[in-house]
């Protein structure tokens, strides 16, 4: 039998220090493999550091590592999952005080809303600028919103690869 795989990056925009190892931990019992984060000061978040990795494993590995990073409320992540056999990309972002936004992501990487998310919009929306939060709400707008001053902060770090034990 053939496995399937995927790939895919973890941002972890913002992490205490305090937590920096145990956010290792987590992604090391979700990918089945030693990992190595090289942690950087995030400028945007004093006391707050920032890594990002990248990974490979089966179709579903963002889901969880998002459902292991998640459990520390105080993060700022993103991860994302390439689009596979049989299987949209996506990218899931999580903010404190909103949780998590999860969009299925097109080959060039943007967001995809569907046709039923558009016609269910268009029908209840009441008016033009509710239809406009509709579609922001559906973009995930106040995610991007929170997490683009950490995302610029990052830009110049490399990125690391881990492969997921299959």
Not at 81 to 95: F, Q
Not at 121 to 143: I, K, P, Q
Request: aromatic share 8%; charged share 15%.
């Amino acid at each position: 039998m053939q496995r399937r795989s995927t790939q895919g990056v973890v941002f972890v925009h913002a992490c205490p220090k305090a937590l920096c190892q145990h956010v290792g931990w987590a992604l090391e019992s979700v990918l089945g493999a030693p990992v190595s984060l090289s942690w950087a000061d995030q400028p945007v978040a004093h006391g707050a550091y920032r890594a990002e990795i990248a990974w490979t494993g089966a179709p579903g590995t963002g889901a969880k590592l998002v459902a292991a990073l998640k459990q520390w409320p105080m993060l700022r992540f993103e991860v994302t999952e390439e689009a596979s056999h049989g299987n949209d990309g996506e990218r899931m972002s999580y903010v404190p005080g909103r949780g998590v936004h999860r969009s299925p992501v097109s080959a060039n990487g943007d967001l995809v809303i569907s046709e039923q998310q558009l016609r269910h919009l268009a029908a209840t929306a009441t008016s033009v600028e509710a239809f406009r939060h509709g579609v922001d709400a559906l973009l995930g707008s106040a995610w991007d919103a929170d997490l683009e001053a950490y995302r610029y902060a990052g830009d110049a770090t490399p990125a690391t690869w881990l492969h997921q034990v299959v």
